[in-house]
């Protein structure tokens, strides 16, 4: 491919994100602008996607490294194969690609990384309709420079009337596009009666995620967060924190339902993402979460999490994928 010259580093306007020049589209890198998918496409119209989100922090020598990306990739290829799309990549071959990406792009700051695997076009032969066989794969990747958005002295959240998809329904487990309406629809109610986000309860009444996060509670010095069965995404950052919990002094995770009674009465409540880290909730359903404030235990992880995607912690070093 010849070398075009990218696109300079989109300014950030009116609060949108700084955008790296160049994507990884059509199985070769070329300038942003020009990574552009058909009306036509199957995964515009049906939800027929899957995506990731994965992180890259500044260094203390002032690098660049992605954040737990080989276990990223690992889940977008299972959530393809949900959806019946081949990449043709492995978890190590989009690590290498993502490495040259932002290696490319020369961005500034914290990144974060969408890659995008999609249904495409019917192909020949095929007819007119919702399905997964006899359509084209299709994968894309892009950048954007971005920090913390979340407001670490805590959030308020509602309990939102909208229940997640049971496994059945939905394969919650998986980051496929068309699920995502129900996240949004949450949030929208959420964000309309002045709440920051909103947490759902799975069909059985039992806590799942928030809109685009886990939920742990600690309550009694015991660090709480759903299971999987609960119909929630096993977050790459829940994980994280878990690990975590684990070596500090007299805590550990434990994965076990939780009730809404739980959420109510807990001592601290804080949810974890990619996108989100860790965020403390200060406040549910118009109801005090402990004094209001983030907690002991919230504070500590949050400083522990700090410390291992910014390279402070040698035990986690594996992690980190370092660009250039």
Known sequence: MPQLAPAPLASAQAGQPQVAPW?????????????RV????????YGTGVFEGIRAYRQ???GLALFRAHDHYLRFLASCRMLR??????AQELCRLTV???DRSDCHGDMYVRPLAYKLRLLPGTPPGVQLRGVSDALSINAFVMGSYTDKQGIKCALSSWRRPPENVLPVRAKITGGYVNNALALDDARAAGYSDAILLNTRG?????????VFVVTGGVLTTPPAGADLLEGITRDTVLALAADLPGLSGVVTEVTRDG????????LTGTGAELVPVVQIAGRTVGDGQPGPV??????????????RNARYRHWLLPIG
């Open 60 to 62: 203390p020598d002032g």
């Open 23 to 35: 994507a990884y589209h059509g199985g070769e890198f070329v300038p942003l602008s020009d990574a």
């Open 206 to 214: 039992r806590v799942a995620e928030a809109t685009t996060s886990n």
């Open 100 to 102: 040259e990406l932002l």
């Open 263 to 270: 959420l109510f009465t807990a001592d601290e409540v804080f």
């Open 85 to 90: 799309i081949d990449t043709g990549e492995t």
């Open 38 to 45: 058909p009306i036509t496409t199957q995964a515009l119209q």
């Open 298 to 311: 919230t504070r500590a992880l949050m400083a522990a999490y700090d410390d291992v995607v910014r390279g």
